[in-house]
């Protein structure tokens, strides 16, 4: 399993920006690719947080303990 929050970086008319806010990216065995999801927060302890959640939540989608979220919408 991979798992890991950063905040993105990009290079704009010449100079590196970071962006304010955290991304989180995972990836389960089973998984076809690595999985990018914006957090949307700033502090880091919060993103791992709901990094942690993100990848229960695929887990037991993947062992059909819970409804997928396409479904339940």
Request: aromatic fraction near 4%; charge should be positive; hydrophobic fraction near 40%.
């Amino acid at each position: 399993m991979i798992a890991s929050v950063f905040k993105p970086r990009r290079h704009r008319k010449g100079k590196l920006v970071i962006a304010k806010t955290y991304t989180a990216q995972y990836k389960i065995k089973g998984m076809p690719k690595i999985k990018r999801v914006a957090l949307g927060v700033t502090d880091k302890r919060l993103a791992e947080k709901r990094l942690a959640e993100l990848v229960r939540e695929a887990e037991l989608e993947q062992h059909g303990m819970s409804i997928p979220k396409r479904q339940a919408e």
